[in-house]
Each structure stands twice: as structure tokens, then as C-alpha cells.
């Protein structure tokens, strides 16, 4: 009888950049993706399914993402993309072949046949990215989660209505694009906020009673989510479930009985911030130490000095990678080249290693407690392929060997649910996955601005679908849905983390405040339409593009309720 379970999440998510430039800043990032992420994990799925092994993976792909993977100009794109790669590895190729240099020649020649296998690996799922995960989750083999429909950074949007809609809007892709509604959720960013009292940072009112993030999600039929290891381990007992009956408790009882798991990320608890009850939504903790062996720059398995190094390419735009990260604060110029041979044996030590370390963990918290705990690890998915090449090896291997091993179960987040139900329920503060567990990186000197004009949007929109006759006249609701698309994407928290981190500072602005311009004239023009029912004949040829300059380039989420914000 295993002692304890793995659950593996790995979070998937781009903001909307199709049709919004290309390199450096814009499709491509959707591209690579696909081509080093999101391919190579199907392939991954695939090879376990086909030995047997069911991976039970946990895949998060926000309906921003699944909206581009979906659509045709993406489809186009990204042939082209493939298209390029190979006809660049070729270009490589003959350029080592004048240097008289066989190993490179060898590599390009690698970077050819993969590409060419990604192009044979995308045109036998039929182009659909989405359609092939949603087939796995079917068949049992995965999980996938449904999230805020663009990313939406939910603890700061002004309007719980506005919330209501970014989840709302989100279940709806994922369930059409799916072809089933998920029924656990990636909160954008781990970022939590309880009810009560609310004050923004950037000096608007207040609210008073504002009603807790888990309550919102839960009323979209979602029964669990994931969160920072931290906000499990400073949160406060409020309920427990003894013999099937549920007991109000005291703050004090998580000291008093240790041994319960109470603020422990081994298992999920229950999350109720307003002390009505019980509660509904599950919250799984993410286990810090266990991700630090992937994730930490230091210690962590990619830094490895045979894998492939990720910054260093040869060429301009869309360099392929020839160079092996070779050594910790090695310069570029000094890379070694890219030696495949040797990476089988040292992907699958360090799969045994972490298999090790998540037994040990599991073990220990059994025996402290005597309890079949669960160590959730969570990683943004592009860490997998993209930014560690070798990566979706390394997973296929940990599942191998995981399925080799009784004391350990791999389960989906919902699949552990269904087998141990949380029996405990707790209050918690609020916080993120970000710089110091707080909002700063999404609330703070550099971006402030963007929150007064976001909250001036979702105060125009709120007012323009309570006061315009959009449920009487298509025109109407045709433009409050055009804008309601804007104010959904300019409210992606992508745009506020790359300024803040100072990323891709003019792209985050300028995509933020195109969206803004568009969400502006659109509903201007709605309220001008409404007073006046000729109003939209007589647009100049400016107006005319203005109006249209939305649907010309923000070209997912087709079916918009206006609903979503007034239920």
C-alpha cells in the first residue's frame, strides 16, 4: 500500500500575442512554445501511454492559450514557424560544413530531423494542440485545468463582477475548446485574496465586504485550485471533519494537534476565509522544497553543465542553440559545444534522484503522522522543453520509475482528491507566487497606473451594460462585446509583470495601452450609438478602421455573454 502520492502540475500560459507582432516581442514566443513545450509534452504523454504507464500529470492551460492554439492564423503561423526552422538548420549545416567542423554539421543536421518531426507530430493531431490534450484527459491520462480567461491578476480587479467574468469567460473556452469543463483551476499567479475588507494600493476607494476569491471560483462549479506553499503554512484552523460531520475549531487547534497535517503543504486543505462553513474548494500547497531540485538556478537538475544552454545561438533572429550550459557563470564565449550522447544517463540519475527525494518527503510526513500525504509539485510549463530542452525526457523518466515503485501514487490533482478528501478546513491571508509572496510585482510605483486606468475601465464598462439597451438592439451589444474582449486582455497580468521586472518594458506598455484605446473607442462609440440610431452610419473613414482595428486584431474568446459581468 503506497505511503503517499505525486501530484505533478505543470502551469501553461501565454498572453494573447497573435497578430501583435512577431519577433522579438509577439507570436514567436507562441511558436516556440508549441514547437519546445507543448509537443514535445504530448510526445511525452504518448510514449508513457504507449508503455503503459498513465503520467497523471496536472496541465494547466489557461483559455488565453488554448483561444491561440486553437485558431487557424495560429495553425498557418506556426507551419511557417517549422518551415523556417528546418530551412534554417540547413542554412547552419553548409555554414559548418565550411568550417570544416563535423560535429556542428552533426547538430544541425539533429535540429533538422526534430523540427521535421515536430511538423509530422503537429499535422497527425490534425494542427489541434488543444483538441490532442483534451483527447488524453478523456482517455484518463492527464488533467487539464481551465483558469481566468486572459490571466487576470484576480485580487486586484476592482469589481467582484469583473472577477465573476474573467472565470466565467474562462470555463467557457476551455469547456468549447476542450469539449469538457475542468473541474480544478490554476489561479493566475497562486494569487489569493480573502474576504472582508479591501484597500487598493494606488489610493482608490476601498471596499467593504468584498467576498473571498475561493467563494467566486467556487460558484463556477470549480472544486480546486493550487497556491504558494506559504499561505498553507501561515493559515488558520477553522473546521474539521470528524466521522463524516464537520466541527467549528479554534485558530489554536493546527498547534495542538500537529499531527492532523493542519498547515502543511502534504496535504490539500479546504479554504473559507468568511467562517460560514465548511467550504468548498480544495487548496493544494505547493511543496517548495521538492520544486527547488528543478527550479532553483543553482542547485536545480537544468543547470547541469552537459545540457543544451538556452541563451547562446548562432545566428541572428532564430538562432538554432549549438552549446551546452558547461559550467555555472561560464560566459557565452566560452561555451563548450552540445554533446547529446551524454545526456540519457544523466537525465535519468537526476529522475532518480528526484523520485528518491519525493518518496523521502513522503515517508517522513507518514511517519510524523500516519497519514497517505501528497507532494504537489509545480512548474510553469515552458520550463519543460523550452527553457530545459532535456526536460520532457527527464519527466518521461520520472514516471517511469515512479511506476515502478508501490510506496508511491501518481495521481491527477482530482484523481487524489476523489481518494482522500481533505478533512480540514482553514482561513488564510493573502498573497501570490511572486517576489515576497505578495502582490508587489503586480501592485507597485512602476505599474500603479495601469490599475487607474484599468479600474476606470471596468467602471465605464460596468455602467455602459447597466445603462445602454444591448439586450434590445444587436448593434449595441455587438460593440459592448468588441470592448468587453479589450478590457479582458488589457487586464492579463502579463503586462504588469514584464514592466515590473523590466522584461519587455515597451511591449507591456504599448500592448496594455492598445487595448485601452480600443476598449475607449468602443465603448464611446457604443454610448454615441445608443442616443443617436444613425450615428453608426455616419462614421468618417478614421472612426470607421477605429471600430474595426479590434476585430482586425484581437481575434479569440467568439462568444462573449455580456452576462458574465451582470449575474
Not at 498547534?255 to 493542519?262: D, E, F, L, M, N
Not at 462614421?539 to 474568446?557: P, Q, T
Request: proline content about 4%; charged content about 25%; hydrophobic content about 40%.
Amino acid at each position: 500500500m503506497a505511503i503517499g502520492s505525486f501530484v505533478l502540475t505543470l502551469h501553461g500560459h501565454l498572453p494573447y500575442v497573435l497578430r501583435h507582432g512577431v519577433w522579438p516581442h509577439g507570436e514567436d514566443w507562441l511558436y516556440e512554445a508549441a514547437a519546445e513545450t507543448y509537443l514535445p509534452l504530448l510526445e511525452m504523454i504518448g510514449h508513457c501511454a504507449l508503455h503503459n504507464v498513465p503520467p497523471h500529470i496536472t496541465v494547466g492551460l489557461t483559455p488565453v492559450l488554448l483561444e491561440q492554439l486553437s485558431h487557424e492564423h495560429f495553425k498557418a503561423g506556426f507551419v511557417e514557424y517549422l518551415e523556417d526552422r528546418i530551412d534554417r538548420a540547413r542554412a547552419d549545416r553548409k555554414d559548418f560544413e565550411s568550417w570544416n567542423n563535423g560535429h556542428l554539421v552533426y547538430l544541425a543536421e539533429r535540429w533538422e530531423k526534430w523540427y521535421t518531426q515536430r511538423m509530422e507530430q503537429f499535422e497527425a493531431i490534425n494542427r489541434d494542440i488543444p483538441r490532442a490534450y483534451g483527447d488524453h484527459a478523456k482517455a484518463g491520462m492527464i488533467q487539464v485545468l481551465t483558469s481566468a480567461a486572459t490571466h487576470g491578476y484576480l485580487p486586484l480587479l476592482y469589481e467582484d463582477s469583473s472577477i465573476r467574468a474573467q472565470l466565467r469567460a474562462g470555463l467557457a473556452s476551455s469547456h468549447r475548446i476542450l469539449g469538457f469543463k475542468p473541474t480544478g483551476m490554476w489561479l493566475p499567479e497562486c494569487a489569493y485574496r480573502p474576504g472582508g475588507s479591501w484597500t487598493p494600493t494606488n489610493g482608490w476607494a476601498g471596499k467593504d465586504n468584498r467576498i473571498g476569491v475561493e467563494h467566486l471560483v467556487a460558484d463556477e462549479t470549480i472544486n480546486h485550485y493550487f497556491l504558494e506553499d506559504h499561505l498553507i503554512r501561515t493559515s488558520r484552523s477553522e473546521w474539521v471533519n470528524d466521522g463524516g460531520h464537520w466541527h467549528k475549531i479554534g485558530w489554536d487547534e493546527s498547534a495542538k494537534y500537529p499531527g492532523r497535517g493542519w498547515q502543511s503543504v502534504n496535504e490539500p486543505h479546504i479554504v473559507n476565509s468568511d467562517g460560514s462553513g465548511p467550504g468548498r474548494l480544495a487548496a493544494f500547497g505547493r511543496d517548495a522544497e521538492v520544486c527547488e531540485q528543478v527550479w532553483s538556478g543553482s542547485i536545480g537538475y537544468p543547470a547541469s553543465g552537459q545540457y543544451l544552454e538556452f541563451h547562446k545561438k548562432h545566428g541572428p533572429r532564430r538562432g538554432l542553440r549549438y552549446w551546452k550550459v558547461t559550467g555555472k557563470g561560464v560566459d557565452l564565449g566560452d561555451k563548450d559545444m552540445y554533446y547529446p550522447d551524454d545526456i540519457e544517463g544523466l537525465v535519468h540519475s537526476q529522475a532518480r534522484h528526484f523520485c528518491d527525494f519525493v518518496k523521502n518527503k513522503l515517508l517522513d510526513y507518514h511517519i510524523k503522522t500516519g497519514r497517505h500525504g501528497v507532494v504537489a509539485a509545480t512548474f510553469d510549463a515552458e520550463l519543460f522543453g523550452h527553457w530545459w530542452f532535456e526536460g520532457p525526457q527527464f519527466l518521461r523518466d520520472v514516471m517511469l520509475n515512479f511506476h515502478s515503485d508501490p510506496d508511491v501514487d501518481v495521481q491527477t490533482a482530482e484523481g487524489y482528491l476523489g481518494d482522500h478528501p481533505p478533512d480540514k478546513v482553514v482561513s488564510m491571508s493573502e498573497g501570490s507566487w511572486g517576489e515576497a509572496g505578495d502582490h508587489r510585482v503586480w501592485a507597485n510605483d512602476r505599474v500603479n497606473w495601469m490599475w487607474d486606468i484599468e479600474y476606470r475601465c471596468e467602471a465605464n464598462f460596468g455602467k455602459a451594460t447597466l445603462d445602454l439597451q444591448w439586450r434590445k438592439d444587436a448593434r449595441i451589444e455587438g460593440l459592448l462585446k468588441d470592448a468587453a474582449r479589450e478590457l479582458l486582455l488589457m487586464q492579463a497580468s502579463d503586462w504588469w509583470f514584464v514592466i515590473t521586472r523590466g522584461q519587455a518594458i515597451d511591449y507591456g506598455i504599448k500592448r496594455f495601452m492598445q487595448h485601452v484605446s480600443r476598449f475607449e473607442r468602443l465603448i464611446d462609440t457604443a454610448e454615441k450609438a445608443s442616443v443617436d440610431s444613425a450615428y453608426l452610419t455616419r462614421l468618417s473613414e478614421v472612426e470607421a478602421f477605429e471600430v474595426k482595428d479590434a476585430a482586425i486584431h484581437d481575434i479569440i474568446f467568439p462568444e462573449i455573454d455580456l452576462n458574465w459581468w451582470n449575474m
